[in-house]
């Protein structure tokens, strides 16, 4: 006689690219509903008010692609290494445009986005699974969710292209294709249950890292406020 499967096993079964969306589903959607990201989403914010965004992702993502050098050859992290989605050099053009020719010189990191950097260069140079937390966490927002804030771009402030590169992925072909393709690695990485609940907790802080750039973000908002 055969013996019910328990709910043990069950979650277990699950693949872990559903699990590890759906243990990060609560703090995902306070990142969206987050007072600056609700003021920004709902247009209620100058083109600075979201530079001021875009300047805080180019810390984040120079964290997150030097990782991405270090992770290259790695055997467990390496597969999720894809320059195609590299957004550096596009966060430069943008910030050229969206803050002028010396840029470089004028852009600072937040208290927050500090604090991001540094978790990033704690977990992820070294550890296989806590590179692919944060690759996960940010990388396939922007391909999803990402895309609504280029339409806004768009549409407010007539950003088309240079201050809106950011959220082009022109280089992966099918976005819903490639995110299939990424949930695919995530499913099939050689993780043991140990390290699958690591890598969760480490995508929840992660998210709270995002949450907590986007409250520091909301402290000056109000200077940004579209007439």
Same mark, same amino acid.
């Given at each position: 006689?055969? !013996?019910?499967?328990?709910?043990?096993?069950?979650?277990?079964?699950?693949?872990?690219?559903?699990? &590890?969306?759906?243990?990060?589903?609560?703090?995902?959607? $306070?990142?969206? %509903?987050? &007072?600056?990201?609700?003021?920004?989403?709902?247009?209620?914010?100058?083109?600075?008010?979201?530079? =001021?965004? /875009?300047?805080?992702? *180019?810390?984040?993502?120079?964290?997150?692609?030097?990782?991405?050098?270090?992770?290259? #050859?790695?055997?467990?992290?390496?597969?999720?290494?894809?320059?195609?989605?590299?957004?550096?050099?596009?966060?430069?053009?943008?910030?050229? *445009?969206? !803050?002028?020719?010396?840029?470089?010189?004028?852009?600072?990191?937040?208290?927050?986005?500090?604090?991001?950097?540094?978790?990033?260069?704690?977990?992820?140079?070294?550890?296989?699974?806590?590179? !692919?937390?944060?690759?996960?966490?940010?990388?396939?927002?922007?391909?999803?969710?990402?895309?609504?804030? $280029? =339409?806004?771009?768009?549409?407010?402030?007539? !950003?088309?292209?240079?201050?809106?590169? +950011?959220? %082009? +992925?022109?280089?992966? #072909?099918?976005?819903?294709?490639?995110?299939?393709?990424?949930?695919? =690695?995530?499913?099939?990485?050689?993780?043991?249950?140990?390290?699958?609940?690591?890598?969760?907790?480490?995508?929840?802080?992660? +998210?709270?890292?995002?949450?907590a750039v986007f409250d520091?973000?909301?402290?000056?908002?109000?200077?940004?406020?579209? /007439?």
């Amino acid at each position: 006689m055969s !013996v019910p499967a328990t709910t043990e096993t069950r979650v277990d079964q699950t693949p872990f690219s559903k699990r &590890l969306r759906a243990s990060t589903l609560r703090v995902h959607d $306070r990142a969206n %509903h987050s &007072l600056y990201m609700e003021a920004l989403l709902g247009g209620a914010l100058t083109l600075p008010g979201y530079t =001021k965004l /875009a300047i805080q992702y *180019y810390f984040v993502y120079q964290a997150i692609e030097k990782a991405s050098d270090a992770m290259a #050859g790695d055997p467990v992290g390496g597969p999720f290494v894809f320059d195609e989605l590299r957004r550096m050099p596009a966060l430069a053009r943008d910030l050229a *445009y969206l !803050v002028g020719p010396d840029w470089a010189a004028e852009i600072q990191p937040l208290e927050a986005t500090k604090a991001y950097v540094r978790r990033i260069e704690t977990v992820a140079h070294d550890w296989p699974g806590g590179y !692919v937390a944060h690759h996960y966490t940010r990388y396939l927002g922007d391909i999803a969710g990402g895309q609504v804030i $280029r =339409k806004l771009l768009e549409r407010n402030y007539d !950003v088309a292209e240079a201050g809106s590169l +950011f959220y %082009h +992925f022109d280089e992966i #072909g099918s976005a819903p294709a490639f995110r299939d393709h990424y949930r695919a =690695k995530l499913d099939t990485a050689p993780w043991d249950e140990a390290e699958r609940a690591r890598v969760v907790e480490e995508a929840l802080v992660a +998210f709270e890292c995002n949450v907590a750039v986007f409250d520091e973000l909301a402290e000056t908002m109000d200077q940004y406020r579209a /007439a």
